[in-house]
């Protein structure tokens, strides 16, 4: 058994870990500089705009015809539930452990938010769980890839079919998770993503909705950006609100989009060194390796903790 630091073996980062985020340099600044000086501000103003480039370049991260950026993550996931038509009477089965706004955005829409449980070998949503919660009033299902580790998207997808549901993915925490070498949100009628600024991606706040669906699109477009532009004429036809990224905002992200792949990489193999250091401590472990996981955009790691295994600590300090 490996001597833990914490009962006096030697520490792997005696100085402590270098914390710096979010990352940036002049590529920020002079983004913003481009923005500030052209008094085209407003996305809605500036159709090829920071906003409108870092919709194009993200849709191509993710791999999805469509990307539109909004105002946050909690915003992407309203509009996709009203994209996808969910409002009163119905339900939206959701996993039971998830950042509140997964369940929070079913709420807003009118909703009732459908908690399952978890499948303990992944902590992501139990497919099994999901089939015995539907009922005639299930619209949508909205797995959470929790952590940046992906949900079992071959069953969920398969139990979507059978039973003519929606599926809305959370990609919050999950830039650059792959499965089946596809990226989150690229794989359920929606993806919904924020990049608020504790997020792997990141533009300070902001959120983005991906999908291949034109005509799931329109919707999305008009209650973003609250009208729609028909032979140059504004038709203003819904009640809806205002949650579009300001091209202050789509700088930053348009910025930062150059790095995200390097550093998901860089996540990545960290995460593979941290699991091969973990099989020489035992009780503790990361999650087994699933092939159909062909990578995860790590936002924190998972620690399976064995309880038979005791340990002598050293309390005197």
């Not at 159709?47 to 999805?64: D, H, I, N, R, Y």
């Not at 929070?104 to 303990?120: K, L, M, N, Q, R």
């Not at 809305?168 to 990049?195: N, P, Y």
């Not at 472990?285 to 064995?306: A, E, H, Q």
């Amino acid at each position: 058994m490996a001597q833990l630091a914490i009962n006096g073996g030697k520490p792997i980062a005696p100085e402590g870990l270098e914390r710096r985020w979010p990352i940036h340099d002049g590529a920020e600044k002079k983004a913003l500089l481009e923005v500030l000086e052209s008094g085209r501000w407003c996305s809605r103003a500036n159709p090829k705009g920071k906003v409108a480039q870092a919709e194009k370049a993200f849709a191509k991260l993710v791999g999805t015809r469509h990307a539109r950026a909004v105002s946050t993550g909690t915003t992407a996931l309203e509009l996709a539930m009203r994209a996808c038509d969910v409002s009163f009477g119905d339900e939206v089965i959701v996993p039971s452990v998830t950042f509140l706004a997964t369940a929070s955005s079913v709420i807003t829409s009118g909703a009732v938010p459908i908690f399952v449980d978890i499948d303990p070998e992944t902590y992501q949503i139990s497919p099994a769980a999901i089939e015995a919660a539907i009922t005639e009033r299930t619209k949508a299902i909205l797995p959470v890839h929790y952590g940046g580790y992906p949900a079992d998207m071959d069953r969920i997808l398969e139990i979507a079919r059978k039973h003519d549901l929606f599926v809305i993915e959370d990609c919050a925490e999950a830039h650059g998770t792959e499965w089946r070498g596809k990226k989150v949100g690229s794989l359920g009628h929606l993806g919904c993503f924020s990049f608020q600024m504790s997020k792997s991606l990141t533009c300070g706040e902001g959120g983005a909705i991906t999908y291949d669906d034109a005509a799931l699109g329109v919707d999305v477009f008009s209650m973003a950006r609250t009208s729609r532009t028909r032979q140059g004429k504004e038709t203003h036809y819904l009640p809806v609100g205002n949650w579009r990224m300001s091209e202050f905002v789509g700088a930053i992200l348009l910025a930062q989009l150059a790095r995200v792949e390097e550093q998901t990489e860089t996540r990545y193999d960290n995460a593979k060194y941290l699991a091969r250091e973990l099989e020489k401590i035992d009780g503790v472990s990361g999650l087994k390796d699933d092939p159909r996981v062909t990578k995860i955009g790590y936002f924190f790691y998972f620690l399976k903790y064995d309880p038979t295994v005791s340990y002598s600590y050293n309390n005197s300090f």
